[in-house]
């Protein structure tokens, strides 16, 4: 968790400093009148402080089930007049002066953005219920990227391994029969273990798993031979490789069905609940959001 504070002490102060630093480049090379550090750094926030009001209101629409490519689009083009607005009314520039100096802090937001979610931390939102009941169908989570290991950027290639996943961790990762689609479950076995499931009780290495996670929700029991959803195995997790399950455990697509996690598949650890919206009721989880993920 330490870390974590560090890297976003570290973030702010680049959006802080580093950021109007761009303005003011900008506003050398377009020649804007009135442009000072005070100004230029006060101006980035107060736009950023719209786009972050904007993203709540995009939230807001896809809840109400508002196609996202048309949210996206009237969000986009929201967001660009408002910022040119801003900048035109407190520096007294020109149309096209005010877009040199907007986009000289939109490359750096974006390059900022890169970094963060290659690196740092990353959202992505829940769609199912097999994490039931620890995470729920609407929760938007951030997603720690560099616990486990630094990577290059939208590759599965290791730069700097960190630490191995250890049992119990909910990890994001690539699911392995269709690498366009990440999955979010609970670790259970990692390599070297031995997993068996009799009558929907896991063993682990011979004996009862202490599974406080798991919830099963209706009584029927499916012999191995029909599905390995309630009897399952035994079988050896393989180096360099890992056995997961989501926490409702009746209603889980994981490897009892297709098997293995690769190492390098997992992107990284669940921390936090940043948003939660419940459909059913088309309104905020407001006791959800900035709930820690405990293990």
């Given at each position: ?95 096209f002066r005010s877009i040199g100096v907007y ?30 009941p620890t995470l729920l169908v609407g929760d ?136 939660s919206w419940d459909r059913k009721l088309n ?13």
């Amino acid at each position: 968790m330490f870390v974590i504070l560090v890297f976003i002490a570290f973030i702010t102060l680049c959006i802080i400093i580093v950021n109007p630093l761009f303005l003011l480049a900008g506003g050398r090379i377009f020649r804007v009148s009135q442009l000072t550090y005070k100004k230029a750094l006060s101006t980035w926030l107060l736009i950023l402080l719209f786009v972050v009001l904007l993203r709540i209101a995009a939230a807001l629409f896809y809840a109400l089930g508002i196609g996202k490519v048309s949210i996206e689009i009237l969000t986009g083009i929201a967001a660009f007049l408002i910022a040119m607005w801003i900048i035109k009314r407190r520096f007294n520039t020109t149309m096209f002066r005010s877009i040199g100096v907007y986009l000289t802090s939109i490359v750096f937001a974006l390059v900022l953005a890169l970094f963060l979610t290659s690196f740092v931390v990353q959202a992505y939102k829940i769609p199912s219920g097999a994490m039931r009941p620890t995470l729920l169908v609407g929760d938007h989570i951030l997603v720690n990227k560099f616990i486990y290991s630094v990577k290059i950027p939208f590759s599965d290639i290791t730069l700097i391994p960190v630490k191995e996943p250890k049992r119990g961790d909910i990890v994001v990762f690539i699911y392995p029969e269709d690498r366009s689609k990440d999955f979010i479950k609970r670790l259970i076995g990692v390599p070297g273990d031995t997993i068996e499931i009799r009558k929907k009780r896991i063993i682990l290495n011979g004996l009862p798993y202490n599974d406080k996670h798991g919830v099963y929700v209706d009584n029927l029991i499916i012999p191995g031979a029909v599905q390995p959803r309630d009897n399952f195995g035994p079988v050896r997790v393989p180096e360099g490789s890992f056995f997961v399950m989501g926490d409702n455990r009746d209603h889980s697509y994981d490897s009892r069905f297709w098997g293995f996690v690769d190492r390098r598949a997992i992107k990284g650890k669940a921390i936090n609940v940043y948003w939660s919206w419940d459909r059913k009721l088309n309104s905020v989880r407001w006791d959800r959001i900035g709930k820690y993920i405990h293990y």
